[in-house]
Every structure is written in C-alpha cells, then in structure tokens.
C-alpha cells in the first residue's frame, strides 16, 4: 500500500469522513502541527475522468472542513508516513507561509482570450538561443542587466493590459495573483476572501460589461493556483 496525498491543511481537523479516489476512507496524518490528508492505495490513481472528477470533490470537501488548504498535485503519494515526514519537514517553512497565505481564501478563476486581453506582444512558448549568446547574456559582467531583464520577463508575463481597468475595483479583495498565457487563452488565478468570493465575481462581471470585455468568472475553488510549494 502507499499514501495518496490530496491536500495539507492547517490546523488539521479533529474527524474526516470523506472518500477518495478510490473510496478509500481518507485520514489526517500530522507532521509539525500540518495535517496531511491521505488515503491508502495499492497504486498511484491513474489520470482518468473519473478519478480525478473524484480528486476535484475529496478536495473541495477537504477545504470546506478546514480553514488554510493546500491542494497536493494529483496522483502525489508517498511509500509511508517515514517519507512523506521528510518531505513536509523539509518544506516545513515554505508550506507553513503558504497555508498562512490561503487561511480563509479561496481562489477565483477569470479566462478571457488573448485577442480580447490586449496584449499585443504575447510571448512564444518558447525561444533559441546560440550558445555563443547565451554565454553573454549570463555572463557576470551582465549580471544585473540579466537580472533586470528577468524582472522585465515576469511583468511582462503577467500583464494584461485589457484587464487592468478592472483591477483598481477588485484590488482590496485580492490577497495574491497567478497569470497563465497558454494557447491564446489567458487565466488570471485570484486569492479572495472566502466570503468575499461572489461580491468580488459582480464586481469583475459589472466591470467587463462597462469595459465590453468578454470573460469568465468561475469559483469559488481551493487555491490549486497558489500551492505552488507542494
């Protein structure tokens, strides 16, 4: 048997009666004052509709019992409570930040498409670079050129240019953000106040009605956008 990880918590609850992907009863095992639910499995669950429709209801149940969840990745399992001791103690400062980060949020999900983000230069997925270039472009004479640079990259990844007239309305109820530009579909991933979560989706859809901005609102959902440490 292993241990199928489906989501830290803090402070870890005193009863859990919930089913897995498997419909293995699930358990709350605590390192270090974190509570790891976990359910025993013969092998890892794999990827199917089913299972990780499964996945999707043990962790929204999870986070509805608990006030800080961190949703592990799918199908994440340990050999035993030995290693999954030395994986939380060894991120124990990282996930602790974290689980103070989401205590009582929950995320907010807003899709548009790149056409309508305004983001004319939206960037390739990927470059190539000559080996001769990029030995400058690290080099240590440039080092805070490169840096700069990669400050530069991040902003750029992150802006959406449509979008920022909204921003100034939703800016008290937003606590952290994650930008994905993947396949000319634009995520923008908000940690809100739980109970904050459908004032802050009329604030955005109201705003992109006046702004004739076409996008979806979705959630509340358990932060799986900001549970980047595990």
């Known amino acids: 048997m292993i ?24 358990k709350v095992i605590t390192i270090d004052r974190i509570g790891a639910i976990v359910g025993e499995l013969r092998r890892a669950p794999a990827p199917s509709v089913r299972n990780l429709r499964r996945y999707a209801a043990a962790v929204e149940a999870i986070a509805a019992k608990t006030s800080a969840t961190l949703p592990a990745r799918y199908a994440t399992t340990v050999a035993d409570t030995d290693e999954l001791t030395v994986v939380i103690r060894s991120r124990r400062a990282a996930l602790r930040h974290r ?20 983001d004319a ?4 997925q990927s470059t190539v670079t000559s ?33 920022d007239r909204i921003r100034p309305a939703i800016r008290t ?4 953000e994650r930008v994905e530009k993947r396949g000319g579909v634009v995520t923008i991933n908000h940690l809100v106040p739980r109970g904050a979560a459908e004032r802050y989706r009329d ?5 992109a009605d006046e702004q004739a901005l076409r996008l979806v609102v979705t959630g509340p959902w358990p932060p799986y956008a900001f549970a980047d440490t595990w």
């Open 3 to 26: 241990l199928c990880v489906y989501a830290l918590v803090s402070p870890p609850p005193a009863h859990l009666n919930l089913p897995g992907v498997g419909g293995e009863r699930l």
């Open 203 to 207: 604030i955005v859809e109201r705003a």
């Open 99 to 118: 689980l103070t980060t989401v205590r009582g949020r929950a995320q907010m999900t807003v899709r548009l498409l790149e056409s309508e983000s305004g």
């Open 173 to 176: 109820y937003v606590k952290d």
């Open 131 to 163: 080996r001769t270039r990029l030995r400058l472009g690290y080099g240590a004479t440039q080092g805070t050129q490169y840096l700069r640079q990669k400050v530069a990259d991040a902003a750029a990844a992150r802006a959406v240019p449509a979008f």
């Open 121 to 124: 230069a939206f960037p390739s």
